[in-house]
């Protein structure tokens, strides 16, 4: 069975800081590998999606890596702002139709 | 475009009860999922449909039913309640299941608490 693992499981940086979310999985059989952000008592935002294929996406200050032979991805936040707080999921799509989450990083930002 | 819609957003239900959680999407997705998001644990797939009259089990589809009658509709089914099912469930789609360019879309969740 998929394992998805995400260090650290909080993390806390002043206001400007560059900082970088770890994602690890054990089964390197996927389709794509997706970061999602999540706000307290909300649903989840879909931001950036990784195929197989490709090895980084980026959106704004965000880039995400992918290295599927050794099962790891990396979102890299750039200037984080407080808007930035939240917590981070990623999840991978393997087979049988399951997106396998890890249990998220959540991230602090302090002004 | 709504994006993923649930209702309700809250919900407070006595073991043994039934009742049916919505999820609708106006986004013409192929591939819709029931998850449910425990604390400590990540989101667990309990249900998916690959389209209309589809249906088949994820991970923890123990107590819960679904059915796929339209494109735009998947509800999930708790048959009779338990406290153990108490949690937060999304719903969510994309445009087909396992495929590589798929990005899957939560609804904003149904907080579900079972006395």
């Known amino acids: 069975k998929q394992e998805v693992t995400q260090i650290p499981a909080a993390l806390s940086v002043p206001e400007g800081e560059n900082l970088v979310l770890n994602c690890s999985f054990t089964?390197?059989?996927?389709?794509?590998l997706q970061w999602f952000r999540q706000d307290p008592g909300k649903g989840l935002t879909s931001l950036l999606l990784?195929?197989?294929?490709?090895r980084e996406q980026t959106s704004g200050r965000l880039n995400a890596s992918l290295d599927k032979s050794s099962g790891r991805s990396t979102l890299y936040i750039a200037a984080s702002q407080p808007g930035d707080s939240a917590t981070y999921l990623c999840a991978v799509l393997g087979g049988a139709n399951n997106l396998f989450f890890g249990t998220g990083t959540r991230l602090t930002v302090i002004p | 475009n709504a994006g993923v819609t649930q209702t309700p957003k809250f919900q407070v239900l006595k073991t043994g009860q039934s009742m049916t959680l919505q999820c609708a999407q106006d986004?013409?997705?192929?591939?819709m999922s029931w998850y449910r998001q425990d604390p400590g644990m990540g989101l667990r797939l309990i249900h998916y449909s690959v389209g209309a009259g589809i249906t088949d089990q994820g991970e923890v589809p123990n107590g819960y039913n679904v059915s796929r009658s339209t494109t735009e509709d998947f509800p999930l089914r708790l048959l009779s309640a338990a406290p153990s099912q108490t949690s937060v469930y999304f719903c969510?789609?994309?445009?087909?299941?396992?495929?590589?360019?798929?990005?899957?879309?939560f609804g904003p969740g149904t907080r579900l608490t079972v006395l």
């Open positions: 969510a789609s994309s445009r087909t299941g396992g495929r590589a360019y798929n990005e899957q879309f």
């Open positions: 990784i195929q197989s294929s490709q």
């Open positions: 089964d390197s059989a996927i389709y794509n």
């Open positions: 986004m013409n997705h192929e591939y």
